[in-house]
């Protein structure tokens, strides 16, 4: 779905929408290259993300892989990649004045721990502008 009218009465009447990514590879390369790296740096058994909460011995392991995790997302640039390569799609269905994490925080839970529950997210603290300069 990408016809922008649809869209546009779709989204506030559900709350989301689901579109075809003009370029999926950005987001398979950041799902294939996590497990890659949490295998060679963490748990060598591990073949799939999703699976990745059954690896987790406590709470100390949890915190460390997170940090790690979170530092290798943002030095491969996943994030960027992803936004970037739907930037045309987004400046039409949100704004032509775009603000992106520049280092997104990683949301990682496992089941039952509440502990990895962070509450309300930062979403809009740290951007990165993809757009014009606003008018002051």
């Not at 075809?20 to 294939?32: C, I």
């Not at 030095?75 to 603000?99: H, M, N, P």
């Amino acid at each position: 779905m990408k016809n922008l009218d649809t869209l546009n009465e779709h989204f506030p009447e559900k709350g989301w929408i689901l579109i075809d990514l003009e370029n999926p590879e950005t987001v398979f390369k950041a799902r294939d290259g996590m497990p890659g790296f949490l295998k060679d740096n963490f748990f060598s058994s591990l073949e799939r993300l999703e699976d990745l909460h059954g690896h987790i011995p406590d709470d100390e392991t949890y915190s460390k892989m997170h940090l790690a995790l979170t530092d290798f997302y943002r030095g491969q640039g996943y994030a960027r990649d992803i936004i970037t390569s739907e930037v045309d799609f987004l400046r039409q269905f949100v704004s032509s004045d775009l603000s992106i994490q520049a280092k997104p925080y990683l949301r990682v839970a496992r089941p039952g721990a509440a502990q990895d529950n962070i509450g309300l997210g930062l979403d809009r603290q740290v951007g990165l502008r993809i757009g014009p300069k606003r008018k002051t």
